[in-house]
């Protein structure tokens, strides 16, 4: 199967940057689609952005602009530069990956890392 493992998440000042990595690992397996989701406190999981293998991306509304999704697919790496940070940001961020494993297709979540926007 396939491993995600996330980094990046901190407490960051209102208006500060913050950059998230999340890798995937594992053997036999492509990716289709990498992004990010989060949930805060009380709140549903929510898209944040996604970027396909085409490197076609797709960000929630609330942070177009602000933030920036890459990838390096050669390392299965996906990044989420967070700029112009606000308290609303703050949520446990989760890396997500849709891909082929042996044939079949799955949906992959990573662990989680919190972030927190606050003075």
């Known amino acids: 199967q396939v491993q995600l493992v996330e980094s990046g998440g901190e407490l960051v000042q209102p208006g500060g940057s913050l950059r998230l990595s999340c890798a995937a690992s594992?053997?036999?397996?492509?990716?289709?689609?990498m992004g990010w989701y989060r949930q805060a406190p009380g709140k549903q999981r929510e898209l944040v952005a996604t970027i396909t293998s085409a490197g076609i991306t797709n960000y929630a509304d609330s942070v177009k602009g602000r933030f920036t999704i890459s990838s390096d697919n050669g390392k299965n790496t996906v990044i989420l530069q967070m700029n112009t940070t606000n308290p609303e940001d703050t949520a446990v961020y989760y890396c997500?990956?849709?891909?082929?494993?042996?044939?079949?297709?799955?949906?992959?979540w990573g662990q989680g890392t919190q972030v927190t926007v606050s003075s």
């Open positions: 594992g053997s036999d397996f492509s990716i289709i689609i």
């Open positions: 997500n990956a849709r891909g082929w494993w042996r044939r079949s297709t799955y949906n992959w």
